[in-house]
């Protein structure tokens, strides 16, 4: 894809997002953050083994996820994916079934230095173990779900549409055995960049 078209599907992409973000009252706070005419940064290729598996997710979305689902993966090919941890850290399995981008972050496609939104994806059977970070988080599931468990908070199965929240320095854990995870999520507020913390590490 050439790079003008890269960058128009790319603002298609944020556009959605912001649309979804939109219509949860409990985001508005976050969509007051987000640009309407967002800086382009862009970025280069980098793609993850994960990237061949994401053609079954659209069958995994509600009608309102549906579209932008089906352009984050028509766009996979050329978006820049990466990864937190490493094999040493998480095992290879992790590692050949995860990845996620920045839409929006000091270094994402599109520019802030008060809001980072990664996209992520997970492909069952996979369990993201126990972390935390600095900043507060939500979770939007835009396609599959998964059991969260989080500090503090009964165990809560979750599906598409649905949110969850976490507050700073709040440890939580993700079990995918049973489906597959396309989910936003949205960091504000401590050190956007640092890496989040597995376990007691």
């Known amino acids: 894809m050439c790079m003008d078209a890269f960058e128009a599907e790319c603002r298609r992409l944020y556009d959605d997002t912001l649309h979804l973000l939109r219509g949860e009252a409990s985001l508005h706070d976050v969509v007051a953050e987000m640009p309407t005419m967002p800086v382009w940064l862009g970025g280069v290729a980098q793609t993850l083994p994960v990237v061949e598996k994401l053609a079954r997710l659209p069958a995994q979305t509600s009608t309102k996820t ?8 028509d766009l996979a090919a050329d978006l820049p994916w990466q990864q937190t941890y490493t094999e040493a850290q998480v095992g290879k399995h992790y590692l050949q079934n995860y990845g996620w981008f920045n839409l929006l972050s000091p ?3 599109f520019e802030s230095h008060s809001l980072r939104i990664s996209i992520g994806v997970w492909l069952k059977p996979i369990f993201y173990q126990e972390h935390r970070h600095e900043p ?8 599959g779900g998964g059991l969260f468990r989080s500090e503090g908070c009964s165990d809560r199965v979750c599906g ?3 949110i969850v929240h976490h507050v700073s320095n709040q440890s939580h854990s993700i079990d995918m055995s049973d489906s597959d995870l396309l989910a936003l999520a949205l960091w504000r507020g401590g050190d956007l960049m640092r890496r989040a913390t597995l376990g007691g590490q």
Do not use: K, P
Not at 66 to 73: D, G, K, L, P
Not at 136 to 143: Q, T
């Open 66 to 73: 549906h579209a932008m689902v089906q352009r984050i993966v």
């Open 107 to 109: 270094d994402g496609l």
């Open 136 to 143: 507060e988080e939500d979770y939007v599931i835009l396609a």
């Open 160 to 162: 598409v549409g649905d």
